[in-house]
Nanobody, 128 residues
Framework: QVHVAESGGGSVQAGGSLRLTCATSGHSYDLNCLGWFRQVPGKEREGIASIHTGGGKTYYATSMQSRFAISTDNTKKAAYLQMNNLKAEDTAMYYC?????????????????????WGQGTQVTVSS
């Protein structure tokens, strides 16, 4: 059974940094697309970044590319989201998702429908 779990969220002051971790298990695929999304109550889930484990190709939402960085550790089947210079508007629940056995992140950053498995999310709260 595929399992996805996020960690690393918390409370931070504006201007601070956090590194989120996405741990995956229960699969044997080497070529996957991992994505980070976030959501605030009453709004749609918003794509942040995605990465393909086969070659490390990354995709970003234009508005977040300068402050966020996605990476992966294939030996651990994990992905990371480094978030710098955090702002109050970054406050949200952050989710990791995985699309298994794909040659690339075919839809680039994609939409939530492009991913088959999701974690429960980790809360990030940025105070100004």
């Amino acid at each position: 059974q595929v399992h996805v779990a996020e960690s690393g969220g918390g409370s931070v002051q504006a201007g601070g940094s956090l590194r989120l971790t996405c741990a995956t298990s229960g699969h044997s695929y080497d070529l996957n697309c991992l994505g980070w999304f976030r959501q605030v109550p009453g709004k749609e889930r918003e794509g942040i970044a995605s990465i393909h484990t086969g070659g490390g190709k990354t995709y970003y939402a234009t508005s977040m590319q300068s402050r966020f960085a996605i990476s992966t550790d294939n030996t651990k089947k994990a992905a990371y989201l480094q978030m710098n210079n955090l702002k109050a508007e970054d406050t949200a629940m952050y989710y990791c998702a995985i699309s298994l056995g794909v040659k690339d992140c075919l839809a680039g950053l994609g939409t939530p429908a492009d991913y088959g498995y999701w974690g429960q999310g980790t809360q990030v709260t940025v105070s100004s």
